[in-house]
């Protein structure tokens, strides 16, 4: 896939809120996810852990208010 292709596909799946779908699909397995310091997995390695975490915090959202997802 080009890099045009991948950006399109992700904001495909993110509109629908395919989240970890998009994690699976698209994320290389030796992904690195760097959050700020204080956050409760400020340094995420591998796709499984990272999509561990973006299942938890899927489950913490009570209710969405608003969601966009902005062209490549």
């Known amino acids: ?4 292709e991948i950006a399109h596909r992700l904001i495909a799946l ?3 809120k395919k989240f970890i779908e998009a994690q699976i699909e698209l ?9 700020p310091e204080k956050h ?3 340094k995420t390695v591998g796709k499984n852990k990272l999509i ?4 938890k ?3 913490s959202i009570a209710e969405w208010h608003e969601f966009e997802v902005s062209e490549p």
């Open 14 to 16: 993110l509109r629908e």
């Open 1 to 4: 896939m080009s890099v045009s």
């Open 52 to 55: 561990e975490k973006e299942r």
């Open 40 to 42: 409760p997995f400020p």
């Open 27 to 35: 994320y290389h397995e030796d992904i690195i996810s760097i959050e």
């Open 57 to 59: 915090f899927l489950q």
